[in-house]
């Protein structure tokens, strides 16, 4: 079983930035593909961005990119989003995700969530 804890939330005017954390324990992290996915007021949950297991690849939604930049610390098992620029629409609850697999999927793992805020 492999349990994500987010940290690093909270409110901030826009244009400026935030840097998210998750924390995993069980499994191992080392080998697994991890990503962050968001959900605004109202909306569905949708990709944000991915790193691959080893940290060499990532891929990033159009929305963010340029902006929010993925990386990983195996040693640490965590997972960082660093969020620059942000705007209002970047306001939602972000969330953590593996595959618990090299590859990238559909995630089988979800940690609880960090609400982000941006105002104007």
């Known amino acids: 079983q492999v349990r994500l804890v987010e940290s690093g939330g909270g409110l901030v005017q826009a244009g400026g930035s935030l840097r998210l954390s998750c924390a995993a324990s069980?499994?191992?992290?080392?080998?697994?593909?991890m990503g962050w996915f968001r959900q605004g007021p109202g909306k569905e949950r949708e990709f944000v961005t991915r790193?691959?297991?080893?940290?060499?690849?990532?891929s990033y939604a159009d929305s963010v990119k340029g902006r929010f930049t993925i990386s990983r610390d195996n040693a640490k098992k965590t997972v960082y989003l660093q969020m620059n620029s942000l705007k209002p629409e970047d306001t939602a609850v972000y969330y953590c995700?593996?595959?618990?697999?090299?590859?990238?999927?559909?995630?089988?793992?979800w940690g609880q969530g960090t609400q982000v805020t941006v105002s104007s």
């Open positions: 790193i691959s297991w080893t940290g060499v690849s990532t």
């Open positions: 069980g499994g191992a992290f080392s080998t697994y593909a």
């Open positions: 995700a593996t595959t618990a697999t090299t590859g990238w999927g559909n995630p089988r793992y």
